[in-house]
């Protein structure tokens, strides 16, 4: 079973930049499309960032242009780079990968799934 562990998360202040990564230890993410995702209480989890395995990217609209996501040259490592942070950023913040997510950056479409980590914006 495919195993996604994030780290990376913390509190930051507005303006502020934070990398969260997502190490799947053993298997090549290579093989996958893979995604990052937000939840916060009271909301559906939110697709933030995808990347498939064509290499083809696809970011919610709040965060186009301060998120970058990328696979790392380690296999098993993927990133999400967040800049220019705003408090409604705040969220959980969840790595997936799945075999062909269709095009669509949707948890649906995942299978696979980290526990999580607080990403926090506060001044």
């Known amino acids: 079973q495919l195993q996604l562990v994030e780290s990376g998360g913390g509190l930051v202040q507005p303006g502020g930049s934070l990398r969260l990564s997502c190490v799947a230890s053993?298997?090549?993410?290579?093989?996958?499309?893979i995604g990052w995702f937000r939840q916060v209480p009271g909301k559906e989890r939110e697709g933030v960032a995808c990347?498939?395995?064509?290499?083809?990217?696809l970011y919610t609209d709040s965060v186009k242009g301060r998120f970058t996501i990328s696979r790392a040259s380690a296999k098993d490592t993927m990133f999400l780079q967040m800049k220019s942070l705003k408090p409604e950023d705040t969220a959980i913040y969840y790595c997936?990968?799945?075999?062909?997510?269709?095009?669509?950056?949707?948890?649906?479409?995942?299978?696979?799934w980290g526990q999580g980590t607080q990403v926090t914006v506060s001044s």
């Open positions: 053993g298997f090549n993410l290579d093989y996958y499309d």
């Open positions: 990347i498939q395995r064509n290499g083809m990217t």
């Open positions: 997936a990968a799945g075999p062909d997510s269709g095009y669509v950056c949707d948890q649906s479409q995942f299978d696979f």
